[in-house]
């Protein structure tokens, strides 16, 4: 038997236990990560400076998670760069407790130092703790000062919020595509990282017009130029669209729904001339109403939400 929170306890004393309450919080929130501030920059020594803010944590899975604040303060130490090669160290968060083998019920904040090496990466951090920042420590470093930043920050995600764009690749080119006909090209790419399992939309925009047509009217030249979406070089099941364009400047789009599991991935546009003419792109950098109807070519990915 459990008990809600927002219930008081019984006359016994009976009510909502930490238990409970982690798994009620973990209910709220897709993915550990940050809430709100804890910032990291360089000091002048061979710390590195956490600002203050809130962390969803996590022990694991069956054990729930919880809202860990800092206040804002200091890593411990780590070692000087090394004298040939860079390396990347990582900061995170941890909410101790003390029931499941830790020391103390304490808030930590902390850094794993990786190993230096020609292209780095950062180091596994310690289990039961959440990623905020991973540091790039220059050779030869005395100083956390000269470190700079190669992640953006690991945000917590509230249940059934969306991340809204997780980027985009426009081609801002007018040129002649190809006349061959079916020679795929692989282009755009655009790299995302979901902390969870998303719906994630694809998204394609062109303005084209066939490369053999003599005048915006001429309809007896046409191209027939076709896309479809990529991630991680997998076609996705019948996401193909094939756009037809005579002499005039059309505009065409195209989207696509599917489930992404959790983790960094790459989509991309498989492209080629099905039949006719080369494809010619348009694209106008002008912002009036008049002449921005030009577009180029536009992919852009966007989170549609958890799967459920």
Same mark, same amino acid.
């Given at each position: 038997?459990?008990?809600? /929170? $927002?219930? #008081? ?13 982690? #798994?009620?919080?973990? +209910? ?35 054990? $729930?998670?919880? /809202? ?34 830790? +020391? ?5 904040? $902390?850094?794993? #130092? ?24 220059? &050779? ?11 992640? *953006? ?7 059934? &919020? ?56 001429? *309809? ?5 130029? +076709?896309?479809?979406? #990529? ?9 193909? &669209? ?20 959790? $983790? *960094? ?44």
């Amino acid at each position: 038997m459990t008990t809600a /929170l $927002g219930v #008081q306890p019984d006359s016994n004393g009976n009510g909502v236990t930490p238990e409970v309450h982690r #798994q009620i919080i973990a +209910a709220q929130w897709q993915n550990t990560g940050v809430i709100d501030g804890l910032g990291v920059t360089g000091r002048s020594d061979l710390r590195y400076n956490v600002a203050a803010g809130v962390a969803v944590c996590s022990k694991g899975a069956a054990d $729930g998670k919880t /809202l860990a604040y800092w206040p804002g303060g200091q890593t411990a130490a780590v070692a000087a760069g090394d004298a040939s090669n860079p390396r990347v160290d990582a900061i995170w968060i941890t909410a101790h407790n003390p029931k499941i083998g830790d +020391a103390d019920n304490q808030v930590v904040v $902390g850094v794993t #130092q990786g190993t230096p090496a020609a292209n780095p990466v950062a180091p596994p951090i310690p289990a039961g703790c959440t990623p905020i920042m991973a540091m790039r420590v220059p &050779a030869n470093a005395t100083a956390t000062s000269s470190a700079t930043k190669i992640w *953006t920050t690991y945000y917590a995600l509230p249940y059934g &919020a969306s991340l809204g764009k997780l980027g985009e690749n426009w081609d801002r080119r007018d040129m002649t595509g190809d006349k061959t006909v079916k020679k795929y090209y692989f282009e755009q790419p655009i790299t995302f990282t979901l902390p969870t399992d998303r719906m994630v939309e694809l998204q394609f925009k062109v303005n084209l017009s066939s490369a053999t047509a003599t005048s915006w009217d001429d *309809t007896t030249h046409r191209t027939e130029w +076709a896309v479809g979406f #990529q991630i991680d070089d997998n076609d996705l099941d019948h996401s193909c &669209a094939n756009f037809v364009s005579f002499g005039a400047w059309e505009t065409h789009e195209t989207s696509y729904i599917t489930a992404v599991s959790a $983790g *960094t991935h790459t989509a991309r546009l498989r492209t080629w001339l099905q039949n006719g003419g080369a494809p010619v792109f348009h694209y106008n950098p002008s912002t009036d109403n008049k002449d921005a109807l030009w577009c180029g070519r536009r992919f852009i990915v966007w989170d549609r939400g958890p799967v459920v």
